[in-house]
C-alpha cells in the first residue's frame, strides 16, 4: 500500500506501519481499506496494478464487509476493468454489483445506469455467458422501472448471447419475458413463452420453476377470463404442493382459485376452498401472516353475503387482530381490509360511516387500477347508497358498475375467443401439413420408381451394347435425361393446374354457396349463425389461397412476394427484411409461378427446420440475370451428405423447380450458424 504524498499528521506514518506489521483489528487511530485505496487509486502506480490490487480485494469480498465499502469496490473495480481493457471483469462485476443494488431501495436509476453502460461493452466481452447474463440484467431493471417493451427486447438480446450450455438462463429470460409480455397485455405470446419456459425447466428436472411456470400460466389465463384453463393448472399445483408438504404455496394457489370462483358466481366452490385453507394453516400459524389475514377477510365477505353476521364480525376480528399484530404498515392488505370493514358497518347499521369507507375504498381501487375491486366498490357503493336514500348517488354507481363489468366480459371474451382460435388454426395447420406431406411422400416415391426403372433400363441397355454401339447408347442416355427432366417440369405444371382448378372450385361452387346460405342468415337476422358462415368463408378462402395464388395474377410477382413476406413478418415471430427489384416482365405466368413457389417452399422450410428469428430476402436483377436469396439465422444443418444427392424432399423439390427455369440452385448451410439458398436465373 502506498502513502499519499500529502501527510497531513506526523502520527500516520507510525499508524501505518503498525497495521502492516502486526494487522492488528481495526481502531479509532487507524485508516480503513475503503480509504486505504482511495489513497492508492491516486498514487503514481500503473492502471495495471491498481486493477490487480482491485481485483484482489473484490475476490475476497465477504458478508462482513460494509455494504458502502462492497459498492464502491465494485464500482472503482469496473471503472478500472474499462481503462485497462479487462472487459470480462467489467460484466462480471457489473452483474454483481446489479444485484447488490437490486436488494437496497432507491437505487433503481443506478441500477439501470450501470447495465446500460455495461451493455456498451458486450460485443468486446469474450464469455457468451456473461454477455447474456448483462442484457438478463438489463431486462431486469427495465422490468423494475415498469418499461416493459425495453425489458421483452432485453430479454430476447439475452437469449441469443446465451450458448447451448446456458439452458437455464435462457429459461429464466423466457419466463421473466413471458411476464412482462403479461404486462402488456400480450395474452398469446406470453402464453408462449410460459410454455417454451416450461420445456425448459422440465428438461433441466427444475421441478420448482415448472410450478412457478404453470401458476404464471394461470395467472395469465384468470387475467383473461379463460378460467377453466387456470383451474386445471391450479388443482394439479393444489396437489403437487400438497404431496411436497408446501402449505404456504397450496394456500395461494387454493385463494387465487376461490378468487376466480367468485368472479364466476360459483360461491359454494368459493367458500369450501377458502374454509379448506382456513382449516390448514391454522389460527396460530406465524409464517403466513398474510394468508391467515387475507382469507380470514374473504370468509368474513362470504358470511356477509348470506347474513351470517355472527361468523361475519368473529372473522373480521380476526384478520383485524393479525393485521394489528404482524402486519402493520403491510399495503398489500389495505383494499381488502377496507371492503370487510365496510361491509362490517353495513352489517351492524352504520350505513353512514360504511358510505364513507366504500367511497375511499372505491377511490383506492380506480388509483390502483384494479378492475375487480373497482366493481365491488361501484355494486357495494350503489346498494349502500340506496338504502340511505341516495338514490342518485346509487344509479350512478350501479350504472359504473355494469359498464365496468360489461367492458371487463368483452375484454376477457375477446381474449378468450383469440387464445381457442389460435389452439384452432395451429391444430388445423398441423392437419394439412400432415396431409399434405403424405400427398408429397406418395408423389415422391411414384417418381422415384418411375426414375429408378429408367435408369436401370439405361444401364441395362449400356452393359449389353458393346464397344460398336456406344455412341448410339450416350445418346439414348441423354435423351432419357432430357425425358427426366421433361416429365418433372410437366408433373410440376399439371399439380399447378389441378390446384388451380380445385381452388376455383371451390371458390366459385362452395364459395358462392355459403355466401347465399350467408345472405339467407342475414335475413333472418341470426347472428351467431352469420359468425360461423363468416369463419366458414374465411376458412374456405384461406384453403383456395393456399391451393392457387390469385393475387400472383392480382398483383404480379415482385408484389405478390412481398405480400408473402408481409404475411410471414405479421403472422409469426420471424422478423423478415427485404429488397426486391421489379422482375415481372423478364419471365412468363409459369416462370413466375415457379419462382412464387420456390420462396414459398423456402419458407415452408426455414419455419419447420430453422428456429430463426430473421430472415432476410433479396433479388437483385442487373442485365443477364436474376439473383433470388434467402438467408436465415437458424439452426442449419449438415448439408455435406444431402448436396450429392438431394435425398430431402424439400431440397429436391426446389432443385427441379429451379431446374425447370434453367436456373441454378445454391445451398450454404452449418450447424448453429444459419442457412442460405441462393437462385440464379437467366430470363
Known amino acids: 500500500m502506498h502513502l499519499t504524498k500529502r501527510i497531513q499528521s506526523i502520527f500516520l506514518p507510525l499508524i501505518l506501519c503498525i497495521f502492516f506489521i502486526f494487522s492488528l483489528e481495526l481502531s479509532a487511530f487507524q485508516i480503513s481499506l475503503k480509504d486505504s485505496i482511495k489513497n492508492y487509486l491516486v498514487s503514481e502506480s500503473s492502471e495495471n496494478d491498481k486493477f490487480e490490487k482491485l481485483k484482489a480485494i473484490i475476490d475476497g469480498l465477504t458478508q462482513d464487509n460494509k455494504q458502502e465499502d462492497v459498492i464502491f469496490f465494485y464500482e472503482q473495480g469496473i471503472k478500472l476493468a474499462e481503462k485497462t481493457g479487462n472487459f470480462r471483469e467489467l460484466g462480471i462485476w457489473s452483474v454483481q454489483l446489479f444485484e447488490i443494488l437490486n436488494s437496497e431501495s432507491n437505487t433503481e436509476e443506478k441500477a439501470l445506469e450501470l447495465m446500460l453502460h455495461a451493455s456498451k461493452f458486450v460485443p468486446q466481452i469474450d464469455q457468451s455467458r456473461t454477455q447474456g447474463n448483462i442484457y438478463l440484467k438489463l431486462a431486469a431493471a427495465h422490468y423494475n422501472q415498469t418499461d416493459f417493451s425495453e425489458a421483452i427486447e432485453a430479454y430476447t438480446l439475452a437469449m441469443n448471447y446465451f450458448s447451448e450450455k446456458d439452458s437455464i438462463f435462457v429459461a429464466d429470460a423466457l419466463f421473466f419475458r413471458a411476464q412482462a409480455k403479461d404486462y402488456r397485455g400480450e395474452l398469446i405470446s406470453a402464453m408462449n413463452d410460459y410454455q417454451l419456459a416450461r420445456t425448459y425447466y422440465e428438461n433441466l428436472e427444475d ?3 415448472v410450478n412457478y411456470v404453470n401458476n404464471g400460466m394461470a395467472v395469465l389465463f384468470s387475467k383473461y377470463g379463460i378460467y377453466s384453463e387456470a383451474e386445471k393448472i391450479r388443482k394439479q399445483l393444489a ?31 368459493r367458500f369450501d376452498f377458502l374454509n379448506r385453507v382456513y382449516q390448514k394453516i391454522g389460527k396460530d400459524s406465524i409464517a403466513d401472516s398474510e394468508v391467515r389475514a387475507i382469507v380470514c377477510l374473504s370468509l368474513s365477505n362470504h358470511y356477509s353475503e348470506i347474513q351470517d353476521y355472527e361468523n361475519q364480525e368473529k372473522l373480521y376480528q380476526e384478520a383485524k387482530q393479525i393485521i394489528e399484530d404482524e402486519l402493520d404498515g403491510n399495503s398489500f392488505i389495505k383494499l381488502p381490509f377496507l371492503k370487510s370493514k365496510t361491509l362490517i358497518e353495513e352489517s351492524r347499521g352504520n350505513l353512514s360511516e360504511a358510505k364513507n369507507l ?5 377511490e383506492d381501487a380506480l388509483e390502483a387500477a384494479n378492475m375487480d375491486q373497482i366493481i365491488d366498490a361501484y355494486l357495494i357503493e350503489s346498494r349502500i347508497s340506496k338504502n340511505v336514500g341516495d338514490f342518485k348517488t346509487a344509479f350512478e354507481a350501479l350504472e359504473k358498475y355494469k359498464s365496468f363489468k360489461d367492458s371487463l366480459f368483452q375484454s376477457n371474451q375477446a381474449n378468450s375467443f383469440a387464445y381457442y382460435q389460435t389452439l384452432y388454426e395451429t391444430e388445423k395447420k398441423e392437419r394439412e401439413i400432415l396431409n399434405k406431406t403424405r400427398e408429397i411422400e406418395q408423389i415422391t416415391t411414384s417418381t422415384r420408381t418411375k426414375i429408378i426403372t429408367i435408369v436401370t433400363i439405361s444401364l441395362s441397355i449400356i452393359a449389353g451394347l458393346i464397344l460398336w454401339f456406344l455412341l448410339k447408347n450416350l445418346k439414348a442416355a441423354q435423351k432419357a435425361k432430357i425425358l427426366q427432366e421433361n416429365f ?11 390446384r388451380k382448378r380445385i381452388s376455383k372450385d371451390l371458390h366459385d361452387g362452395l364459395g358462392q354457396s355459403l355466401l347465399l346460405i350467408k345472405n339467407k342468415v342475414a335475413m333472418d337476422k341470426d347472428e351467431s349463425a352469420t359468425n360461423l358462415l363468416n369463419l366458414a368463408i ?11 395464388p390469385f ?16 404475411q410471414i413478418d405479421e403472422e409469426t415471430d420471424i422478423f423478415v427484411s427485404s429488397e426486391l427489384d421489379e422482375v415481372d416482365d423478364l419471365f412468363d405466368a409459369d416462370q413466375q409461378l415457379h419462382i412464387y413457389r420456390i420462396v414459398q417452399e423456402t419458407f415452408n422450410n426455414i419455419l419447420k427446420h430453422a428456429k430463426a428469428s430473421a430472415v432476410r430476402v433479396t433479388i437483385i436483377r442487373d442485365e443477364k440475370m436474376v439473383h433470388l436469396s434467402i438467408a436465415d439465422n437458424g439452426i442449419g444443418f449438415d448439408f455435406s451428405k444431402k448436396f450429392q444427392d438431394f435425398q430431402s424432399l424439400g431440397l429436391k423439390t426446389l432443385k427441379e423447380r429451379t431446374a425447370t427455369l434453367g436456373g441454378i440452385m445454391k445451398v450454404d448451410s452449418e450447424k448453429a450458424k444459419g442457412t442460405s439458398f441462393s437462385f440464379l436465373f437467366y430470363p
Not at 551 to 566: H, K, P
Request: proline share 0%; hydrophobic share 25%.
Open 207 to 209: 421441478q420448482d420453476y
Open 239 to 269: 396437489e403437487n404442493y400438497l404431496d411436497q408438504g408446501n402449505i404456504y404455496d397450496w394456500s395461494i394457489i387454493l385463494y387465487n382459485q376461490s378468487r376466480d370462483y367468485d368472479k364466476q358466481d360459483r360461491n359454494d366452490e
Open 358 to 362: 366504500i367511497q375511499q375504498y372505491r
Open 488 to 498: 418433372s417440369r410437366d408433373l410440376l405444371l399439371s399439380q399447378e393446374t389441378e
Open 538 to 548: 374465411e376458412e374456405l378462402r384461406g384453403i383456395s389461397r393456399s391451393l392457387h
Open 551 to 566: 393475387q400472383l395474377e392480382e398483383l404480379g410477382l415482385t408484389n405478390a412476394i412481398r405480400n408473402v413476406l408481409d
